[in-house]
């Protein structure tokens, strides 16, 4: 039966000459069989033209072309019943792709990250798919010591390029976790794919593993746009990355790690080029240039201000202009090792918010909580010391925390403090009580505890700082 819904003619169909069907049925209207045979025309004149097109653009244009005659068919289709089926496939069809999308999307670690005010990173990410499903991913997770990031762009477009993009997401999560090589890590999921995927399917990605003691960043690229490094004072410009193969194009694939220092303050921007390559009605490209200056205007600045503030330029770019690939990128700022430090009264009870400070600093998790009591121990030494012994001082004594590396300070300053022999010769602790000198034993006390201690006075006010480990 030919109308609404029916099979098409057969592949020998001439358009010119077209064939007669003298079936006849009580549910297809003559009208709706001459629709048909209008869309057949039109479909085959469209699959001819197909054979002189190559760029998977044009040909996701010519489906839509197909889809638009299809529709119009469908409005002349007298057969209610067609219709109704027809509408309702349609309905599944996009209920199907929004159920995809959403599994898609909670796939994708949440790209707005709520850290403490003291943790050693920020990090803001962003994804926009050109349709309701995409190729382009990202992930990153992290531990006390490390932070390991990915961003990653699929070839082509659709559903193929949806559950790639599945897979390699999954991939990065199940190898990352125990491979602190972003080289190895890259060539352990370029295998998986390889074996897994169609070989026309690949995937370009950049894999990055910032150490959150020392700001040294570890990086490998697998034939993906390079970052864009942002440091304090100096121009952004794009982090210098030797290109591996996509991911998935070859069997086996020797990747190189390449490592940089970021010092606090400076980021690395990752991003697809569905950014660079957005563009407006004038054809026009936004280009990495564009992309540079924004980053320039922001600065070393939060995370999610540079993502936005990218985002919103590619918009007014495009001038409304409907997006052709996917966009996605990742922000990540080193922050440096937590800073705390508090100004008190010259006042003994103000060692409970002493205590307090000390415990703030420690339950970050980026200190080992063994060396908390040594640290506690010294501080009411030195803060007894200061409030004890200069009773004419300012009316405040200032205690900072601070980790370089492996190693705490911990400094407490006397405002308004005479100088004073911090380096005095240790008391002779095996004489009897009343031979001995006073003074000096809480000091001594302190520095043996410690690992080191130094004293300075600078303007009138006097600072001990005091290293240990803990690490």
Request: proline share 5%; charged share 25%.
């Amino acid at each position: 039966m030919r109308g609404c819904g029916s099979s098409l003619p057969d592949l020998t169909y001439n358009a010119a000459h077209p064939q007669k069907d003298t079936m006849t049925s009580p549910a297809v209207s003559p009208r709706s069989d001459v629709a048909t045979e209008k869309a057949a025309q039109a479909l085959y004149a469209l699959i001819e033209l197909s054979k002189a097109i190559g760029d998977e653009s044009s040909a996701e244009k010519l489906l839509t072309i197909i889809a638009d005659k299809a529709r119009e068919n469908l409005e002349e289709c007298d057969d209610p019943l067609m219709r109704a089926l027809a509408d309702l496939d349609h309905q599944r069809y996009e209920q199907s792709l929004r159920l995809a999308s959403e599994i898609q999307m909670r796939m994708l670690p949440s790209g707005t990250v709520v850290l403490p005010e003291e943790s050693p990173f920020a990090i803001h990410a962003f994804i926009r798919p050109a349709r309701q499903i995409g190729g382009d991913l990202y992930d990153f997770f992290w531990n006390d010591d490390s932070l390991q990031f990915c961003i990653g762009d699929v070839t082509g477009k659709g559903i193929g390029a949806a559950l790639v993009m599945a897979m390699t997401k999954t991939l990065f999560r199940a190898y990352g976790v125990f491979q602190y090589d972003p080289a190895r890590l890259l060539s352990a999921v370029n295998s998986r794919l390889n074996e897994e995927t169609d070989p026309s399917m690949f995937v370009t990605a950049f894999c990055g593993l910032l150490n959150l003691r020392n700001g040294r960043l570890l990086y490998s690229n697998a034939g993906h746009e390079p970052p864009l490094i942002i440091r304090s004072g100096k121009p952004v410009e794009r982090l210098q990355s030797k290109s591996g193969v996509p991911l998935g194009a070859l069997r086996s694939f020797k990747y190189v790690v390449e490592k940089t220092v970021l010092e606090p303050g400076d980021g690395v921007l990752l991003f697809t080029d569905g950014v660079t390559e957005a563009s407006n009605r004038r054809e026009e490209l936004f280009s990495i240039h564009r992309l540079l200056e924004v980053v320039e205007r922001c600065g070393p600045s939060e995370p999610s201000y540079i993502v936005q503030e990218v985002v919103d330029s590619v918009d007014h770019f495009a001038e409304g202009t409907s997006q052709s690939d996917d966009i996605a990128m990742v922000c990540v700022q080193y922050r440096g090792q937590p800073e705390m430090s508090q100004i008190f009264r010259r006042d003994i009870s103000e060692l409970a918010n002493v205590f307090d400070l000390v415990g703030r600093f420690f339950a970050t998790g980026h200190v080992d909580t063994e060396a908390k009591y040594p640290v506690e121990l010294a501080a009411e030494e030195i803060f007894t010391n200061f409030v004890r012994h200069n009773v004419n001082g300012q009316d405040k004594i200032e205690v900072r925390l601070s980790l370089d590396g492996d190693e705490l300070a911990l400094s407490l300053t006397d405002f308004g403090a005479p100088r004073f022999d911090f380096d005095r010769d240790p008391p002779v602790i095996d004489r009897p009580l009343a031979e001995r000198e006073p003074g000096g034993l809480g000091v001594f006390l302190v520095k043996t505890m410690m690992d080191r201690a130094e004293y300075r006075h600078e303007g009138g006010n006097g600072t001990v700082t005091l290293y240990k480990r803990v690490r």
